[in-house]
């Protein structure tokens, strides 16, 4: 018989006193310390020259394998997909309604003491139209133990973007991290500038809206990173230090594929907090081979190879391959796999579906203590939460934006004012 997991009196205190009241509705009877954004990257603030991941669980293996590994550094987290990956017309079974009752599920199976977020990421809008049916959407995300959210209206001109922003705030609770985002994801092309991203915080900011992290087009794409390029430091940290008054984190989009000297730089050298992780913990979960930092290989017939004796098993790879095959999915599309197969991959053998948890926890934690440097964070958040005896430590910034510079009308009139290249147009949701 097991014997029976045991928690210490100060993780109780905190379990009491630190998770939302979304949370504590869906999961009275839970030992899983699921709690808000804000108190993730207050962690990451504290320890300093710091982030942490923030992993797509874009099937139940990576979930797992990322909370064990969270475990063993003693980090906080954050679990999130994408509305892309998980909404109503996502691409994988994980989605925006049950990731955080299976991450609760999980913790409490694993014993999994450390702190977790549950973020929305990449909440998109991409005309005025989608706004209004979106406030319904965010009310039922938060409903279903959503503790942070991604408001992602950066595919509209700057003028819309922060309204919608605007507009759509009252609608998340005050208690909820929050992200928002200038400059969609494009590679080098359409990167965000100083000016794109002063304006949509100091207007944000007029309004008394204070986003934990804002998201940037600061070089890096989705997917799988094909070029050398990634993630420029020196613009993040330029655009950084010209938000610094408004004490907003940055969150970096598009991680897999950078290598690890690359991301090192974005933890020590800018105030970024949260790094996503989505490609690479799937392509690890399936077994490919990677390298470092994630990116997956390919031989010489441009095909993923896939390593024996790791991850889905040989012949459940066939079937993946030959599905790819039937639908015409190549490269980076085959995250649409996700859907189809997560089933199939949850009826293999134990000892197939721990490894593949298990490939992604080596993983994780490899980036949790040689790159990101999240190791011991988790303690910060539970000394937080007991001193502040709060699920809400309250907004890091104060409004220092007079509102009157900032209505509907100056909005539109500023936004003509900002000289910026937008890249091209296309689809460049993860």
Same mark, same amino acid.
């Given at each position: 018989m097991t014997k029976p997991f045991t928690y210490s009196s100060d993780f109780e205190r905190a379990l009491a006193v630190g998770r939302p009241p979304n949370i504590k509705q869906l999961f009275p009877n839970s030992k899983a310390l699921l709690v808000s954004g804000k108190y993730i990257d207050y962690a990451m603030l504290a320890k300093g020259n710091c982030m942490t991941i923030a992993a797509n669980g874009r099937n139940s293996f990576i979930?797992?394998?990322?909370?064990?590994?969270?475990?063993? $550094?003693?980090?906080?987290?954050?679990?999130?997909? $994408?509305?892309?990956?998980?909404?109503?017309?996502?691409?994988?079974?994980?989605?925006?309604?049950?990731?955080?009752?299976?991450?609760?599920?999980?913790?409490?199976?694993?014993?999994? &003491?450390? /702190?977790?977020?549950?973020?929305a990421d990449h909440f998109g809008l991409k005309k005025p139209a989608d706004i209004d049916p979106a406030k319904t959407e965010i009310q039922s995300l938060f409903e279903a133990g959503i503790t942070s959210i991604a408001i992602d209206a950066s595919h509209m001109p700057d003028d819309q973007n922060l309204l919608a922003n605007i507009e759509l705030f009252p609608f998340i609770p005050d208690w909820a991290g929050l992200e928002t985002?200038?400059? %969609?994801?494009?590679?080098?092309?359409?990167?965000?500038?100083?000016?794109?991203?002063?304006?949509?915080?100091?207007?944000? +900011?007029?309004?008394s809206i204070f986003p934990n992290w804002i998201a940037l087009n600061n070089g890096t794409t989705h997917g799988i990173e094909s070029s050398d390029a990634g993630i420029q430091v020196e613009l993040t940290a330029e655009i950084h230090q010209a938000l610094d008054q408004y004490k907003v984190s940055g969150a970096q989009h598009g991680t897999s594929g950078n290598n690890s000297d690359r991301l090192r $730089?974005?933890?020590?050298?800018?105030?970024?907090?949260?790094?996503?992780?989505?490609?690479?913990?799937?392509?690890?979960?399936?077994?490919l081979q990677v390298n470092d930092y994630g990116n997956a290989l390919l031989d010489d017939n441009g095909n993923f190879i896939k390593q024996k004796n790791?991850?889905?098993?040989?012949?459940?790879?066939?079937?993946?391959? #030959?599905?790819? *095959?039937?639908?015409?999915?190549?490269?980076?599309?085959? *995250?649409?796999? +996700?859907?189809?197969?997560?089933?199939k991959l949850l009826a293999q053998p134990?000892?197939?579906?721990?490894?593949?948890?298990?490939?992604?926890?080596?993983? @994780?934690?490899?980036?949790?203590?040689?790159?990101?440097?999240?190791? +011991? &964070? $988790?303690?910060? @958040?539970?000394? #937080?939460?007991?001193?502040?005896?709060?699920?809400?430590?309250?907004?890091?910034?104060?409004?220092? %934006? /007079? %509102?009157?510079?900032?209505?509907?009308?100056?909005?539109?009139?500023?936004?003509?004012?900002?000289?910026?290249?937008?890249? /091209?147009?296309?689809?460049? %949701?993860?």
């Open positions: 979930i797992r394998g990322a909370l064990a590994a969270a475990q063993r $550094a003693d980090a906080a987290v954050i679990i999130e997909i $994408a509305r892309s990956e998980g909404g109503t017309e996502g691409y994988c079974a994980v989605s925006l309604w049950n990731i955080a009752r299976q991450t609760d599920a999980f913790m409490n199976e694993m014993g999994i &003491t450390i /702190p977790v977020a549950i973020h985002e200038v400059g %969609e994801i494009k590679g080098k092309s359409g990167l965000s500038t100083p000016q794109e991203a002063l304006f949509l915080i100091r207007g944000l +900011n007029a309004h $730089a974005i933890a020590s050298k800018t105030r970024t907090t949260k790094a996503n992780v989505a490609t690479a913990l799937q392509m690890i979960s399936w077994g790791a991850g889905v098993s040989e012949s459940m790879w066939e079937q993946m391959t #030959a599905y790819a *095959k039937s639908k015409g999915l190549k490269g980076g599309d085959y *995250k649409k796999l +996700n859907l189809p197969f997560e089933n134990k000892e197939i579906r721990e490894r593949m948890a298990k490939a992604v926890e080596a993983f @994780v934690y490899t980036l949790l203590t040689t790159v990101f440097n999240a190791q +011991n &964070t $988790a303690p910060i @958040v539970m000394d #937080a939460i007991l001193a502040r005896k709060s699920h809400d430590p309250g907004p890091k910034a104060q409004k220092i %934006e /007079p %509102e009157k510079n900032w209505t509907r009308e100056k909005i539109i009139e500023n936004a003509l004012k900002i000289s910026s290249d937008k890249g /091209p147009k296309g689809n460049f %949701e993860d």
